[in-house]
C-alpha cells in the first residue's frame, strides 16, 4: 500500500501529526494521503499515563476543542505535593513550588479516551487508522533511506509453522515515515542505532510508571484534587514519587514511579507501589473503593540532554519515541503532540515540494524554536541532578527551575549531564540490602498475578514468544549468580521468574502472555540480553480508561 505519510503509534504525537496534515492539505487545497497503525487492539488499548492534561498542544490543534467535546472535563481545583517519611507526610506550600508545577488551568483524564476522540477526528478528516497491526520492521530504499514499514505475519505457530488462519504481514511505503511507538519502541531502537541518532547525547534513562484506577466511595472523592508525593517507601538514594488524582465519577488514579537507575537488585517497584498505598496520609483516599484497572509503562526521564537526533533519509522520531517527558512536571502528551505537528509540518512542506524520503531538517529547527524546547530547557537539570538524593537533589532542582521563572536563568546556565544508562547501575546483590516485602492483603494491597488480569492483557499463547534472549545462559549464569534474578522483580507482571530446571539447578521462564508491553525488561537487564519485539498484532493489554 503507497501513501505520502505513513505514522506508526496511534498515540497522542500520532494521531495529532496525523490530523495536522490533513488541515494542511485542506488549507492548501491538496491532498494528502495519511495511514496510521496501531499494535493495540483499539486505539488507546496500549495508551497508559496519569493523565494531567496541559491542553496548550491541543487547543493549537482544536481551538473548538471544548465544543467539540474532547474528553477532558475534570479540570484541576486544588494542588498538594507532599514529602513522605514513613509515618507522617510533609505539605511543601503551594507558594514555595515553581509557576511551571501548578496544575491549574490543567485536565485530570484518561489518555485513553483522548486518544479514542483524537482518532476519530482523524478518521474524520480521511486519515486511514489501522489498530491491531503491528509494525513489525523497517524498510529501506536502496540508497539507505526509509521507505516504510512492514506489519507482522498472523498465524504463525510458535514452532514458526502457519497455522489455520495465517496471514501474510502487508508493506506500507511512503514518502515519509513517522515513528510515534511511544517510550522504547522497538523499531525507533533499531532506528537510533542504524543512523548514529544518538551519536553526542546523554543515554536515555528511564522510569517504571505502575498505575491502578480505583473507583471510590463519593465522601471519600474530591473532583479536582491532585497530590503529588516523593520519598517514602524509597529510600533518599532511590528516585521516584507518585500521583493520586480524583477525577471523573468517583474515580482516582493511583500511580507509583521508580527511577529506574535504581541499585539494590532486591528492589520491586511493583510492591512499593503496594507499600506506598498503605501509607497513613494515601491509604484513606482509597479505603472502602474497589481496584478497577491496573497498568504500567516505562517513562523516558533524561530530557532535553537525551534527546536524539530527530530526523533521518525517509522518517522522523516523535512524541515518546524520542522523548519529550517533562519529568518535575509528569506530563508529556502535550510535548508529544506539540512535536507531532512540528514533524507533520515538515513532512507537509516536503511533499508539497515533490520530495521524497530525503531529510525533514526542519522539523528539529522547528522544535528547537517551540515552546516544548523552552519548557525542557527549565527543567534540563532536575532529574541529573537527583544522583545527590531525594533532599539535596530535590533542593536543587526547584532553585533551578525558579531561577528560571524568574527570567534569571543565565544564573542557571549550567548543564548536568547523565552518565551511566539504567542497565549499568545495579550493584551486586551480596552488597546490598534486603528488602522485605509484606505480602499482599487483597484489599489495598495485590500481588501482580490478580493486577494483570485487571489489565485485559491477553496474547495469542500459540505464537513465537516476543520476549527473546541473545544468550540464553546469561540469566542463570550472569542475572542470577550475581544479582538474585532481577527480572523477577522490575517486571510488574510476573514475565520472568526462575524454576526449578530438570537435572537440577535453576532456569529462567519467561511467561510472554502476562506482557503488559511496559519495555522495563528491554530497559534494566544488566546485560541487555533481553530483547522486546513486537508481538501479533493486537496483543497485549486492553487498558479502557488509563
Known sequence: ME????????????????????????????????CVL??????????????????????ELFPDWREREAPLDTPVTEDRFLLLTGTAAHRIPNALLPRLMDNHGMYIASLGKVCRWLAQRAEELGVDVFPGFAAAEVLYNEDGSVRGVATGDMGIARDGSRKDGYAPGMELHARYTLFAEGCRGSLSQELMARFNLRDGVDPQVYGIGIKELWQVPRERHQRGLVIHSQGWPLDSSTGGGSFLYHWGEDLVSVGFVVHLGYENPHLSPFEEMQRFKTHPAIRGYLEGGKRISYGARAINEGGLQSIPKLAFPGGALIGCSAGFVNLPRIKGSHNAMKTGMLAAEAAFEAIAADRRHDELASYPEAFR????????????????????????????????????????????????????????????????????????????????????????????????VHLTLKDAAVPVEHNLRLFEGPESRYCPAGVYEFVEAEGGGRRLQINAQNCVHCKTCDIKDPRQNIRWVTPEGGGGPNYTSM
Do not use: C
Open 3 to 34: 501513501f505520502d505519510v505513513v505514522i506508526v503509534g496511534a498515540g497522542p504525537s500520532g494521531l495529532a501529526a496525523a490530523i495536522r496534515l490533513k488541515q494542511l492539505a485542506a488549507a492548501a487545497g491538496s491532498e494528502v494521503s495519511v
Open 38 to 59: 496501531e499494535k493495540g487492539s483499539e486505539v488507546g488499548a496500549h495508551i497508559l499515563s496519569g493523565a494531567v492534561i496541559d491542553p496548550i498542544a491541543l487547543s
Open 369 to 464: 524554536r517551540s515552546w516544548v524546547y523552552k519548557e525542557l530547557h527549565k527543567v534540563r537539570n532536575v532529574k541529573p541532578g537527583l544522583k545527590w538524593g531525594l533532599w539535596l537533589g530535590t533542593l536543587h532542582g526547584g532553585l533551578h527551575m525558579w531561577l528560571n521563572e524568574l527570567g534569571l536563568g543565565g544564573l542557571a546556565g549550567w548543564t548536568l549531564r547523565h552518565r551511566q544508562a539504567d542497565h549499568e547501575s545495579l550493584k551486586p546483590a551480596a552488597a546490598m540490602p534486603r528488602i522485605e516485602y509484606p505480602k499482599p492483603d487483597g484489599v489495598l494491597t495485590f500481588d501482580r498475578l490478580s493486577s494483570v488480569f485487571l489489565s485485559g492483557t491477553n496474547h495469542e499463547e500459540d505464537q513465537p
